[in-house]
C-alpha cells in the first residue's frame, strides 16, 4: 500500500472529498494536496497540451510520491507525461472508465458520460475507448447546462442537483458516468436505476492499493 499520496487538483473543493474519503476508507493514508486552478482554466481556453509545461514541473516536483491527478480534463496529460519524468501517475477516473465499460458490456454497452464543462468530453471518451480495448461501446455525451456557473459560485447544492436532474434524465444508457470528481456527490441525490458512477472513490483506491475499489 502507498502511504504517502500527491494529489494535484484544480479546484480547492476536492480536498475535503479525498480527505473524508482517505478517514474512512484508507486510515493511515498521508495526502499531501496540490490545487492549482489556472490549470483547468488554461486547457479550457487553449486545449489540454498547453498545460504540458506547468504539469512538467508540477510533476517533476512530487519528490518521487505517486500523483493522482482529480482533474478530468488535465490527467491523460499527466500520465502521458509520467514515463519522461519517471513518476507514476494515475488520473482519477481510469478506475471509473474500467468498471463503466465492465457494466456496460454485460448489460447492453451504452454509457452516457455527464460534465459539467465540455473540455471534460474528449480525454473522457478517449479514456473510455482505451479502457474498452477493441469491445464495443457506445458512448453518448450530456452537458449539464448552467452547472458548472453554480460551481463557480460557490452553489455545491445547486451544482450537484443539477448533475442529479441530469442524470435522472438519461434513459437510453446502460451505465452513467459522472466525469467530473466534483460531481461525485450528485450520485447519492439520483433516483434512476441505471447504474451511476463517480470517480474519487475508486481513483483514490487504485492509487493506494494499485486495485479499483
Excluded: N
Aim: hydrophobic share 50%.
Amino acid at each position: 500500500m502507498v502511504t504517502d499520496l500527491l494529489l494535484l487538483h484544480t479546484s480547492p473543493v476536492h480536498v475535503p472529498v479525498f480527505e473524508a474519503l482517505r478517514d474512512r476508507d484508507h486510515p493511515g493514508a498521508v495526502l499531501r494536496h496540490v490545487v492549482v486552478p489556472e490549470l483547468l482554466d488554461r486547457a479550457r481556453a487553449q486545449g489540454p497540451d498547453a498545460v504540458v509545461p506547468a504539469l512538467r514541473g508540477l510533476l517533476g516536483d512530487s519528490g518521487g510520491a505517486p500523483v493522482l491527478v482529480t482533474c478530468s480534463t488535465i490527467g491523460a496529460v499527466a500520465e502521458f507525461l509520467a514515463p519522461e519524468l519517471g513518476v507514476r501517475v494515475l488520473r482519477v477516473d481510469r478506475p471509473m472508465a474500467a468498471a463503466a465499460v465492465r457494466a456496460a458490456v454485460r448489460t447492453g454497452a451504452r454509457i452516457a458520460v455527464l460534465a459539467t464543462v465540455e473540455s471534460t468530453f474528449a480525454p473522457t471518451e478517449e479514456l473510455l475507448a482505451e479502457e474498452a480495448a477493441g469491445r464495443t461501446v457506445s458512448v453518448r455525451t450530456h452537458l449539464v447546462a448552467g452547472a458548472w456557473e453554480r460551481f463557480e459560485a460557490g452553489d455545491t447544492a445547486g451544482y450537484l442537483g443539477l448533475v442529479a436532474e441530469a442524470a435522472d434524465a438519461v434513459t437510453d444508457a446502460d451505465v452513467i458516468v459522472l466525469a467530473q470528481a466534483s460531481m461525485a456527490d450528485a450520485a447519492a441525490l439520483v433516483t434512476t436505476r441505471i447504474p451511476v458512477l463517480a470517480s474519487p472513490g475508486p481513483g483514490l483506491a487504485a492509487a493506494l492499493h494499485g486495485a479499483p475499489a
